[in-house]
């Protein structure tokens, strides 16, 4: 089979906040991970570990989502304001954490973090042990310009000027951790929340500076997440409608139940099973933008014609990844090791979102260190960039891009390309057959040059990067230099990820 990629042919602009982050006080993401304090012997910037601010800074991940995840469901955001020796020590049972919590990483430190590596903030808000009263004072300390009170604690703590945070996301999970509610009753709790949020405009008729998100459906519940969505939109039609910004659905890709199957030990029928788990994302977007797109329409027209701008919601994604079952077991809670079946997952969910870059705007991978489908991992003073870091480095020039349609990939493997603003034509081609390398024959509507290309593989699938052996998955690149053609043919390893730099030139 020959695949055909046609740069005329577009779907959308592929939002960079769809290559986003998630960090939680769970296990060692942040204390420990993160945050060593700046008294650590581990080398660190401000409190911060070094080698991790270092692979930010090359990474600029886009957006990153602060504190949770279940733990901001309990978090109380004045525990981590002020002197760091006049925090309080609270107990974190996060998902087994089972560790003291003093707060040293809190509001101000992540959000100057933020600033240091160039992300976007998406802070998340307590709707279980807070209120909606502590959700405004914590918008007022993070982006109130004017002299308030709140402003004034801001910049006794060292950061005078607002942060401008845009996106809070109200509650999480509310079908589980958030409450065991029903979709009716979260809907209640939303609308509370989100006209309440202060808007940090200059006059009322500018639309507000601020979007709130809604806690979407369970991704891994086919019925419930249906009945979730439906029943969500249909109460906020049974009155006006509150303020809209982006509603966010979690999926994981469970791996538990597999008998000898963990992250770090698996047979081929395991390295199968998750490859095809990580594709059914895409099913799950197409469904729940379907119910997204039913419920707006179904929204009331408000009966005066002072706000009459049609309702939209942005589809978000706002946890994704691998979760194995040795995670449950593990200490620090939820550490797994990431294979070359990690990285290959990673890269495929990736293309899932990219090519449905007109139905999803934000997506965080779960999470980003230490936790779940990890991109940096750290053991005492040790930090080991994993190969899920590489997919992410790899794929950067896709933000911003045109995600472009393409058809004719042959089984096993996927293929998904953009064009940026610039011509550079960029090509995705994961090999996920471990059966050997596969040529793949390419075919352009336009004579198009071959550059290089950057390959990650491995000599083992369970293979993956430790302290002791930092580098067994390590992208690499070759020049191509192949001139204008409207065919290719290229050889990609078995179990790879290929990112291919290109130039339409008869474009
Ligand atoms: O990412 C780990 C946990 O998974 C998050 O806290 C929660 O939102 C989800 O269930």
């Known amino acids: 089979m020959t695949v055909h990629i046609d740069v005329a042919r577009t779907i959308a602009t592929i939002n960079p906040a769809l290559h986003g982050h998630f960090v939680e006080f769970l296990g060692e993401c942040i204390d420990g991970g993160i945050w ?6 581990v080398p660190n910037t401000g409190g911060v570990r070094t080698a991790v601010l270092e692979a930010l800074r090359e990474l600029e991940p886009p957006i990153i989502r602060f504190p949770g995840g279940c733990y901001a469901d309990t978090y109380h955001w004045r525990d981590g304001i ?25 509001t101000d430190e992540f959000l100057q973090l933020c600033e240091t590596v160039g992300a976007e903030a998406w802070l998340n808000v307590n709707t279980m042990s807070g209120s909606v009263a502590e959700m405004r004072d914590w918008m007022e300390y993070v982006n109130r310009e004017q002299g308030t009170s709140l402003a004034a604690e801001r910049a006794a703590n060292g950061h005078a000027a607002p942060y401008d945070v845009r996106r809070w996301g109200i509650g999480n999970e509310p079908w589980a951790g958030g409450g065991t509610m029903t979709a009716q009753g979260y ?7 989100a006209s309440a949020m202060p808007r940090f405009t200059a006059d009322i008729l500018e639309p507000s500076r601020v979007l709130p998100i809604a806690a979407g459906p369970d991704g891994n519940k086919p019925l419930e997440r249906v009945r979730w969505t439906q029943d969500f939109f249909a109460a906020l039609a049974e009155y006006r409608v509150p303020p809209l910004g982006g509603y966010d659905l979690h999926f994981y890709n469970w791996n538990i139940g597999h ?7 698996f047979e081929r029928e395991g390295w199968d099973r998750l490859i095809a788990g990580s594709l059914e994302l895409e099913e799950v977007i197409l469904e729940q933008h379907r119910l997204v797109r039913e419920g ?22 706002g946890e994704w990844g691998n979760w194995h079952g040795d995670a449950f077991a593990a200490r620090p809670a939820l550490r797994q090791q990431v294979t070359m079946r990690d990285a290959i997952t990673t890269a495929l969910t990736l293309d899932v979102l990219q090519r449905n870059a007109d139905k999803v705007s934000m997506a965080c991978n779960a999470q980003l260190v230490n936790v779940l489908n990890a991109l940096l991992l750290t053991e ?8 899920n870091f590489d997919v992410f480095m790899m794929y950067k020039a896709h933000r911003g891009a045109q995600a472009l349609e393409v058809s004719g990939a042959p089984d096993g493997v996927h293929v998904f390309a953009s064009l940026s603003e610039d011509g550079a034509l ?11 390398a596969r040529k793949v024959e390419l075919s352009f509507a336009v004579p198009t040059e071959l550059l290089e290309i950057e390959t990650l593989a491995a000599d083992e699938p369970t293979a993956c990067n ?23 043919g290229v050889t990609l390893p078995a179990g790879s990820v290929s990112v291919l730099r290109a130039r339409a030139v008869g474009a």
């Open 36 to 41: 060593v304090g700046p008294e650590s012997t």
């Open 82 to 106: 002020g002197p760091r020796e006049q925090r309080p020590t609270t107990f974190n049972e996060n998902f087994g954490t089972f560790e003291l919590d003093d707060h040293g990483f809190g």
């Open 187 to 193: 809907a209640e709790l939303y609308r509370a929340y």
């Open 259 to 265: 008998d000898g199957d963990t992250s770090e030990t």
């Open 296 to 317: 707006l329409t179904a929204l009331p027209a408000p009966e005066s014609d002072f706000f009459t701008a049609e309702p939209t919601i942005d589809l978000v994604v």
């Open 380 to 387: 005492g003073e040790h930090t080991v960039r994993t190969a």
């Open 426 to 436: 960029t090509i995705d081609l994961v090999n996920a057959d471990l059966d050997g």
């Open 466 to 488: 430790t302290v002791e052996r930092p580098d067994p998955i390590r992208r690499s690149v070759s020049r191509l230099d192949r001139a204008a053609a409207t065919a290719h």
